[in-house]
Nanobody
Framework: QVQLVESGGGSVRAGGSLRLSCAGSGYPYSAYPMAWFRQAPGKEREGVAAIYPSGSITYYADSVKGRFTISRDNRKNTLYLQMNSLKPEDTAMYYC???????????????????WGQGTQVTVSS
């Protein structure tokens, strides 16, 4: 079955950096678009960044543009999120997700993603 396992979360001070990883298995990894989402307590899950199967096209939420970089290594079946200049408002549970290439939902819309990891916590203190 499909498995997505995130790692790399933690606690950092504002201005710091973290790199999240997500290992995928049980599906044709290199053919599926993937994304990172986050959810803070009391808030809806929001799309952070998404990437096409080849890695050539990426999408970012306005709130993270210029600070976060999504990438993938299809040889290692691994998705990454490099997070720089972190802010306290970036504090949330971060999830990776995968979707079939036939999905027509917007790339940062969680509705289009049937496969999810268990999440990794990111906490940014001021």
């Amino acid at each position: 079955q499909v498995q997505l396992v995130e790692s790399g979360g933690g606690s950092v001070r504002a201005g710091g950096s973290l790199r999240l990883s997500c290992a995928g298995s049980g599906y044709p990894y290199s053919a599926y678009p993937m994304a990172w989402f986050r959810q803070a307590p009391g808030k809806e899950r929001e799309g952070v960044a998404a990437i096409y199967p080849s890695g050539s096209i990426t999408y970012y939420a306005d709130s993270v543009k210029g600070r976060f970089t999504i990438s993938r290594d299809n040889r290692k079946n691994t998705l990454y999120l490099q997070m720089n200049s972190l802010k306290p408002e970036d504090t949330a549970m971060y999830y990776c997700a995968a979707r079939p290439p036939t999905s027509t939902a917007a790339m940062l819309d969680p509705v289009g993603y049937p496969y999810w990891g268990q999440g990794t916590q990111v906490t940014v203190s001021s």
